[in-house]
């Protein structure tokens, strides 16, 4: 049984970074398709990036250019850069995985989530 814990959120201005990172325990996940999404009170969780079993990687256009997301298969970690982060990248940040090993943004895509980190980025 996966389970996913996230950390690294919490509070920066406007232009500034942060690494968000998820940890993975239970079963092997190298096959697995990892993404990071995001959530505003109020709001449908909203996909921002994915990283499949090939490593072929994915972004909402928002995020493109700012935004890294990368894997360590063996230490079962993702992680997702943040650079030049913007009031509205504020939200709750969750990591997830699907064992199909392909991606979509469709949260109904993934099985597993972690509980959440809170990114705050103030103007």
């Known amino acids: 049984q996966v389970q996913l814990v996230e950390s690294g959120g919490g509070s920066v201005q406007a232009g500034g970074s942060l690494r968000l990172t998820c940890a993975a325990s239970g079963a092997a996940v190298s096959g697995y398709c990892w993404g990071w999404f995001r959530q505003i009170p109020g709001k449908e969780r909203e996909g921002v990036a994915y990283?499949?079993?090939?490593?072929?990687?994915g972004y909402v256009d928002s995020v493109k250019g700012r935004f890294t997301i990368s894997k360590d298969n063996a230490k079962k970690i993702l992680t997702l850069e943040m650079n030049s982060l913007k009031p509205e990248d504020t939200a709750m940040y969750y990591c997830a995985a699907s064992s199909r090993g392909y991606c979509t943004f469709a949260t109904t895509w993934y099985s597993k989530w972690g509980q959440g980190t809170q990114v705050t980025v103030s103007s």
């Open positions: 990283i499949d079993r090939d490593s072929i990687v």
